[in-house]
């Protein structure tokens, strides 16, 4: 999708796009721990991240800003951190 073509009108597109995939086994783990509650839960979860790397690629094979992070057993904190340090370094090679 063009991002003139957007349902916002005046949206210029997206500066970046985070997409955060992890380990499918670590995943399906922490859904049964909280318990499955959701339609969402129910989703093989190998093919699931698969699919979020296929989604990566592609938007930056069309030129979009894209930050993919490989989330292992990193505290929320640690990769909060990683991520900001990314975006900044992104955004001032956009600005500057």
Do not use: C
Not at 47 to 53: A, C, R, W
């Amino acid at each position: 999708m063009s991002p003139q073509k957007g349902r916002n009108p005046g949206h210029r597109g997206w500066t970046m796009t985070i997409i955060m995939t992890g380990d499918a086994a670590q995943l399906r783990g922490r859904a049964h721990q909280r318990g499955i509650y959701s339609r969402f839960h129910r989703v093989d979860k190998a093919n699931e991240v698969s699919l979020y790397h296929t989604v990566a690629n592609e938007l930056a094979a069309a030129g979009w800003p894209v930050i993919h992070y490989e989330v292992a057993g990193e505290s929320a904190e640690a990769v909060a951190a990683v991520l900001l340090s990314a975006i900044l370094k992104r955004l001032a090679t956009r600005s500057g």
